[in-house]
């Protein structure tokens, strides 16, 4: 199965753009990239998801390589309340109940 | 609208003792699933319900049972509890098993096994 890989953490500061990498390198063509992010003691809540093409939502934009062996997930102005462990997540084309988190990045965002 | 809530929030048991964990969603979703996360690590998936009357073993489903019981429920039983099921638990329900569908959360239940 196809793994993914973060840095562990990143730190930021407040109201600046924020670039969150994530390598999927044995990406199958149909596998969907998926972000959630957890907050501090609290379950994990959906950012974006994308296939091929980059997204945009009120959230943040993902940005996807053309070969799909990265992404990157860009919040563009960061605030306190985005400072939350980020998780870059494949969802698999020949069992997509299945969701593997891997250990995420933890963003800092300092004020 | 609630989504997704879990009781208990927190929990201390004995080793062997057994208890369940209740999991109920009120977004009509099809498929519901729990996951566990151990400190520092991300979620791993226990056992999942693609729709009302199945279920399915996940990443690590050894120690646990599941339950099914309704659309909006879904209950995990520890039978015999070990330490080595201390962690944090989270249900999640989404509308139904596709690769570009949502997963949301409860907030959680926090098991501590002495």
């Known amino acids: 199965d196809a793994k993914t890989t973060q840095p562990n953490s990143m730190e930021s500061n407040e109201e600046e753009p924020v670039h969150l990498p994530c390598n999927h390198s044995?990406?199958?063509?149909?596998?969907?990239i998926h972000w959630y992010r957890q907050l501090p003691s609290q379950g994990p809540e959906y950012v974006i998801h994308?296939?091929?093409s980059n997204v945009n939502n009120r959230m943040a934009s993902l940005a996807i390589a053309e070969d799909r062996k990265s992404s990157t997930l860009i919040l563009h102005r960061a605030t306190l309340r985005d400072a939350a462990v980020y998780y870059c997540?494949?969802?698999?084309?020949?069992?997509?109940?299945?969701?593997?988190f891997g250990s995420g990045t933890k963003l800092n965002v300092k004020p | 609208n609630a989504g997704v809530t879990q009781t208990p929030k927190f929990q201390v048991l004995k080793t062997g003792q057994s208890m369940t964990l209740q999991c109920a969603q009120d977004?009509?979703?099809?498929?519901m699933y729990w996951y566990r996360q151990d400190p520092g690590m991300g979620l791993r998936l226990i056992y999942y319900s693609a729709s009302e009357g199945t279920t399915d073993k996940g990443e690590v489903p050894n120690g646990y049972n599941v339950s099914r019981l309704n659309k909006r429920e879904f209950s995990l039983r520890l039978e015999s509890a070990a330490p080595s099921q201390t962690s944090v638990y989270f249900c999640?329900?989404?509308?139904?098993?596709?690769?570009?569908?949502?997963?949301?959360f409860g907030p959680g239940t926090r098991l501590l096994v002495l």
């Open positions: 044995t990406i199958s063509g149909t596998d969907y």
């Open positions: 994308g296939l091929t």
């Open positions: 997540i494949l969802r698999y084309n020949h069992n997509f109940n299945k969701f593997y």
């Open positions: 999640a329900s989404s509308e139904a098993p596709q690769q570009g569908e949502t997963q949301y």
């Open positions: 977004m009509n979703h099809n498929s």
